[in-house]
């Protein structure tokens, strides 16, 4: 388990003691977790293979790939290490290799090498200091000199050095543009430095739309990143590309010998063009459209990657620009209202060739920002009304936008499935941008002008969902109802969770125009952890109030947008009635990697809404019995809480999609919700937030030697008072000798540690003490520990003490615990 930002508190005994140990513990326990940072290309076209880099860290060991979803199968290919800086001998083979691919190329054009003119001259030039100084590929390095010592020398192992024979002339400048410019001359990104080349295969029935790909390498089960499947032709960008799409390549083709390489043809619309931004890096890519075309470029780049934990703002921040052939600016974008991926539309006027740039806003770039831009006629919708219906009442939206073919929508209401919905429009050029709409069990209420003052304020009967706009700048939409002294009221927005641009504040006066609440934008934190319900949202513009009424009477609701804007597509749903006792559920890390009867942890997080404070139990659904889910019962009042999670003994050829519920008994109805898989995301060194994922997967697979879990002698609950102590016995299986062992409590609750460790038969046992000072409620929580343990590898004959290792055993099953705070007698 990784413990690097987890608070413990330990206790350590020196002995030897028999405990279960396999020799992947040992690896694991010396590496990170693996982690994919980024993919690239990060999308390929129904019915076709395509090869995907995937750059992150611990990757080595990659075996197999897993891809969400039907109709897409992908295979690891082979695993690379970091490029450090090259060795002048490996400089020298890879331009000896360069030269020849290099002048196979032309020699295929019709050009003979040694016929060029002044090229006898350059050789007799100091060719090899510059080039090996610059670590570029040269003319002025040719194979004849090349050293006899290089023949013992391996190539460097990049993927775009896969296949080098067959590279074209523009392949070749991209590979000396992106390996061995100087810009790449950089401290080495470990997050991002290990690659695995993946061969995806996506069937030509295919759904498109998001798919998230995982590997599974020795360390474990990474994390899910996007892998998009389109209808459009893929092109992947050729370095050099920053000043015009196709840019003269003097490092293969020197000027002066007059050589007419093959004109390079612009893009046939539509595609899908792929690229990463480098640092200060700039690309560009030339298309052809023809008069009267309705051009929609949208960009894939946050939507891709939607944090990044050590970079500001937190993402890759990309700015599109369409210029004509004589270089004017024809259309410029660098978001999509408050999203920041760049949409624009453009209607071709003049038949011909155009450019289109991407870059940084502020000139970053690494590996990991990588875009994927849809260039097309395909439908876009700009906005939709009203977003949303209630539950089993059929519901038509008007919609607004690029290349549609119809003006309204079916929105699908029926009871099951999710809260928020999206929906889509199809014609002939493709499937448009999916909309979001949420759907209620409320009555539904449209608003209508004028409503815009107390006199004209619209009346409403509680509960009910109110679907309005803010139809133009400074507009402000009231409504009236009556209520009872001592009555609750809750008001919320939906707005910005549903892709509206309105940023909307709310306020509840009574009838002398008092303003008894207010809210502006509302946002659920844990710390620096962001708990809404998409995670995706860093603006938290959407209100939310809540409020007793102190008398009988009429009351307003003013809703209007805080930034005075308005217009058509400043659309909300409105909720205003009585608390509505929900919640939501969260579960991190989406990917568990466990062995054969192994323990795992888990965090689920509780989104609680309208004040419900009441107790949840949280179960594995009846398909997944083989696995056992400890310490499921989540306390009233409590908002995060660790679990663990037992795996069968036997393994899975594959990742088993695990499924959670919770339940709780609300207002006397036993309520369901399915657990939402996700991952606790950091954003620009400090912000946090839950991003949902599409699995919750589980690999379990067999070790190099059976492995038998920790077993509680006791497993009920701990009931004890504050002040007081408990002891756990933990048996164990006999396997190997520890040297010395650590148990670690992970999170414990504030006055709770952990002591006394101490060796019995067959397993040990430990102390759990409480600070009655220190904890000033009662306490009801999972306690979760771990297990470390040194060990003393073998020592082999002639050869030195290896050092010892310190190691993860694995943890516990989950200890629910109840710590009764009693009263003080002077008190």
Same mark, same amino acid.
């Given at each position: 388990?990784?413990?690097?930002?987890?608070k413990?508190?330990?206790?350590?005994? @020196?002995?030897?003691?028999?405990?279960?140990?396999?020799?992947?513990a040992?690896?694991?326990?010396?590496?990170?977790?693996?982690?994919?940072?980024?993919?690239?290309?990060?999308?390929?076209?129904?019915?076709?293979?395509?090869?995907?880099?995937?750059?992150?860290?611990?990757?080595?060991?990659?075996?197999?790939?897993?891809?969400?979803?039907?109709?897409?199968?992908?295979?690891? &290919?082979?695993?690379?290490?970091?490029?450090?800086?090259?060795?002048?001998?490996?400089?020298? =083979?890879?331009?000896?290799?360069?030269?020849?691919?290099?002048?196979?190329?032309?020699?295929?054009?019709?050009?003979?090498?040694?016929?060029?003119?002044?090229?006898?001259?350059?050789?007799?030039?100091?060719?090899?200091?510059?080039?090996?100084?610059?670590?570029?590929?040269?003319?002025?390095?040719?194979?004849?000199?090349?050293?006899?010592?290089?023949?013992?020398?391996?190539?460097?192992?990049?993927?775009?050095?896969?296949?080098? %024979?067959?590279?074209?002339?523009?392949?070749?400048?991209?590979?000396?543009?992106v390996?061995?410019?100087?810009?790449?001359k950089?401290?080495?990104?470990?997050?991002?430095?290990?690659?695995?080349?993946?061969?995806?295969?996506?069937?030509?029935? #295919?759904?498109?739309?998001?798919?998230?790909?995982?590997?599974?390498?020795?360390?474990?089960?990474?994390?899910?990143?996007?892998?998009?499947?389109?209808?459009?032709?893929?092109?992947?960008?050729?370095?050099?590309?920053?000043q015009?799409? &196709?840019?003269?390549?003097?490092?293969?083709?020197?000027?002066?010998?007059?050589?007419?390489?093959?004109?390079?043809?612009?893009?046939?619309l539509?595609?899908? @063009?792929?690229?990463?931004?480098?640092?200060? %890096?700039?690309?560009?890519?030339?298309?052809?459209?023809?008069?009267?075309?309705?051009?929609?470029?949208?960009?894939?780049?946050?939507?891709?990657?939607?944090?990044?934990?050590?970079?500001?703002?937190?993402?890759?921040? #990309? &700015?599109?620009?369409?210029?004509?052939?004589?270089?004017?600016?024809?259309?410029?974008?660098?978001?999509?209202?408050?999203?920041?991926?760049?949409?624009?539309?453009?209607?071709?006027?003049?038949?011909?060739? $155009?450019?289109?740039?991407?870059?940084?806003?502020?000139?970053?770039?690494?590996?990991?920002?990588?875009?994927?831009?849809?260039?097309?006629?395909?439908?876009?919708?700009?906005?939709?009304?009203?977003?949303?219906?209630?539950?089993?009442?059929?519901?038509?939206?008007?919609?607004?936008?690029?290349?549609?073919?119809?003006?309204?929508?079916?929105?699908?209401?029926?009871?099951?499935?999710?809260?928020?919905?999206?929906?889509?429009?199809?014609?002939?050029?493709?499937?448009?941008?999916?909309?979001?709409?949420?759907?209620?069990?409320?009555?539904?209420?449209t608003?209508?002008e004028?409503?815009?003052?107390?006199?004209?304020?619209?009346?409403?009967?509680?509960?009910v969902?109110?679907?309005?706009?803010?139809?133009?700048?400074g %507009?402000i939409?009231?409504?009236?109802?009556?209520?009872?002294?001592?009555?609750?009221?809750? #008001?919320?927005?939906?707005?910005?969770?549903?892709?509206?641009?309105?940023?909307?504040?709310?306020?509840?006066?009574?009838?002398?125009?008092?303003?008894?609440?207010?809210?502006?934008?509302?946002?659920?934190?844990?710390?620096?952890?962001?708990?809404?319900?998409?995670?995706?949202?860093?603006?938290?513009?959407?209100?939310?109030?809540?409020?007793e009424?102190p008398?009988?009477?009429?009351? $307003?609701?003013?809703?209007?947008?805080?930034?005075?804007?308005?217009?058509?597509?400043?659309? $909300?749903?409105?909720?205003?009635?009585?608390?509505?006792?929900?919640?939501?559920?969260?579960?991190?890390?989406?990917?568990?990697?466990?062995?054969?009867?192994?323990?795992?942890p888990?965090?689920?997080?509780?989104?609680?809404?309208?004040?419900?404070?009441?107790?949840?139990?949280?179960?594995?659904?009846?398909?997944?019995?083989?696995?056992? =889910?400890?310490?499921?019962?989540?306390? #009233?009042g409590c908002? +995060?809480?660790?679990?663990?999670?037992?795996?069968?003994?036997?393994?899975y050829?594959?990742?088993?999609?695990?499924?959670?519920?919770?339940?709780?008994?609300?207002?006397?109805?036993?309520?369901?919700?399915?657990?939402?898989?996700?991952?606790?995301?950091?954003?620009?060194?400090?912000?946090?937030?839950?991003?949902?994922?599409?699995?919750?997967?589980?690999?379990?697979?067999?070790?190099?030697?059976?492995?038998?879990?920790?077993?509680?002698?006791?497993? %009920?609950?701990? +009931?004890?008072?504050?002040?007081?102590?408990?002891?756990?016995?933990?048996?164990?299986?006999?396997? +190997?000798?520890i040297?010395?062992?650590? =148990?670690?409590?992970?999170?414990?609750?504030?006055?709770?540690?952990?002591?006394?460790?101490?060796?019995?038969?067959?397993?040990?046992?430990?102390?759990?003490?409480?600070?009655?000072?220190?904890?000033?409620?009662?306490?009801?929580?999972?306690?979760?520990?771990?297990?470390?343990?040194?060990?003393?590898? +073998?020592?082999?004959?002639?050869?030195?003490?290896?050092?010892?290792?310190?190691?993860?055993?694995?943890?516990?099953?989950?200890?629910?615990?109840?710590?009764?705070?009693?009263?003080?007698?002077?008190?």
């Amino acid at each position: 388990m990784n413990n690097s930002n987890i608070k413990t508190h330990s206790s350590t005994i @020196l002995l030897v003691l028999l405990i279960p140990c396999v020799a992947s513990a040992q690896k694991a326990a010396n590496q990170s977790e693996p982690h994919i940072g980024y993919l690239y290309p990060a999308g390929g076209q129904q019915g076709h293979v395509v090869y995907v880099s995937a750059g992150g860290q611990s990757l080595r060991g990659a075996a197999e790939v897993y891809v969400s979803g039907r109709g897409v199968q992908a295979d690891v &290919v082979k695993f690379y290490k970091p490029i450090g800086n090259l060795k002048k001998e490996e400089r020298q =083979l890879f331009q000896q290799r360069f030269m020849e691919v290099r002048d196979k190329r032309l020699k295929e054009l019709g050009i003979d090498p040694d016929q060029i003119p002044d090229r006898g001259d350059l050789r007799n030039q100091k060719r090899k200091k510059q080039a090996v100084k610059d670590q570029i590929p040269s003319e002025k390095d040719d194979p004849e000199d090349t050293p006899i010592e290089i023949m013992d020398v391996k190539m460097p192992e990049h993927p775009l050095l896969e296949d080098l %024979d067959n590279k074209s002339l523009r392949e070749l400048a991209h590979i000396r543009d992106v390996l061995f410019t100087s810009r790449q001359k950089q401290q080495i990104n470990r997050q991002l430095a290990e690659m695995v080349l993946i061969r995806i295969s996506i069937d030509p029935g #295919a759904e498109p739309g998001n798919r998230e790909l995982r590997i599974l390498a020795a360390a474990g089960l990474t994390n899910p990143i996007l892998f998009q499947v389109g209808q459009f032709p893929e092109i992947c960008e050729l370095e050099p590309n920053n000043q015009k799409a &196709v840019q003269d390549m003097p490092q293969l083709v020197k000027p002066a010998w007059n050589i007419n390489l093959p004109e390079v043809n612009p893009i046939e619309l539509p595609a899908v @063009l792929n690229g990463q931004i480098l640092p200060g %890096d700039v690309d560009r890519f030339r298309f052809r459209a023809s008069r009267g075309q309705k051009i929609v470029i949208e960009t894939n780049a946050r939507s891709l990657i939607p944090y990044l934990a050590d970079a500001v703002p937190g993402w890759f921040q #990309a &700015v599109l620009a369409l210029y004509d052939d004589q270089g004017h600016e024809l259309a410029y974008a660098d978001d999509f209202r408050f999203n920041p991926d760049p949409v624009l539309y453009y209607e071709i006027d003049r038949s011909g060739d $155009y450019e289109l740039q991407i870059c940084d806003s502020l000139y970053r770039g690494r590996e990991d920002f990588v875009y994927r831009i849809s260039v097309s006629e395909r439908p876009f919708i700009t906005q939709m009304f009203p977003l949303g219906g209630e539950i089993g009442m059929e519901t038509v939206a008007s919609i607004e936008g690029w290349n549609l073919n119809k003006s309204q929508l079916t929105l699908d209401t029926q009871p099951g499935g999710e809260f928020i919905r999206y929906v889509t429009c199809e014609n002939d050029k493709g499937i448009s941008n999916p909309v979001a709409y949420a759907v209620n069990t409320l009555d539904q209420y449209t608003a209508s002008e004028p409503d815009d003052t107390i006199k004209t304020a619209q009346e409403i009967h509680l509960p009910v969902i109110i679907d309005g706009r803010i139809d133009k700048p400074g %507009d402000i939409d009231i409504f009236k109802f009556t209520g009872r002294a001592g009555d609750k009221v809750v #008001a919320e927005v939906y707005g910005r969770r549903l892709n509206s641009p309105v940023d909307s504040l709310l306020r509840l006066t009574d009838i002398s125009g008092e303003v008894l609440a207010w809210n502006d934008d509302y946002v659920v934190k844990d710390s620096y952890l962001h708990k809404d319900i998409t995670g995706l949202v860093t603006h938290h513009a959407d209100s939310y109030m809540t409020a007793e009424l102190p008398k009988e009477g009429t009351y $307003y609701v003013h809703i209007a947008d805080s930034q005075q804007q308005g217009g058509d597509a400043y659309s $909300y749903r409105l909720r205003v009635g009585p608390p509505q006792d929900d919640y939501e559920l969260r579960v991190t890390p989406s990917s568990l990697f466990v062995h054969n009867g192994g323990i795992v942890p888990l965090c689920v997080h509780v989104l609680r809404k309208d004040g419900f404070d009441g107790e949840i139990n949280v179960a594995l659904k009846s398909d997944y019995r083989a696995f056992i =889910l400890k310490g499921g019962r989540i306390p #009233a009042g409590c908002d +995060r809480i660790y679990m663990t999670l037992e795996a069968p003994p036997e393994g899975y050829e594959r990742p088993v999609a695990l499924d959670l519920q919770g339940s709780a008994q609300i207002n006397g109805q036993t309520i369901r919700h399915d657990v939402v898989p996700a991952d606790d995301v950091m954003q620009a060194f400090l912000y946090r937030h839950l991003v949902p994922s599409q699995e919750f997967l589980a690999a379990v697979k067999k070790p190099r030697w059976r492995v038998s879990p920790f077993e509680l002698v006791k497993p %009920d609950p701990i +009931r004890i008072n504050a002040g007081d102590s408990a002891t756990i016995r933990v048996k164990t299986a006999k396997r +190997r000798a520890i040297k010395k062992i650590d =148990l670690e409590l992970i999170e414990p609750p504030a006055g709770v540690i952990l002591s006394d460790v101490t060796a019995v038969p067959d397993g040990l046992n430990f102390k759990i003490e409480t600070d009655k000072s220190t904890i000033g409620s009662d306490i009801h929580n999972n306690l979760i520990v771990e297990a470390f343990a040194e060990l003393q590898p +073998r020592q082999r004959e002639g050869k030195s003490a290896n050092k010892v290792q310190r190691v993860s055993m694995g943890v516990l099953p989950a200890i629910p615990i109840e710590i009764i705070k009693q009263p003080d007698p002077q008190s």
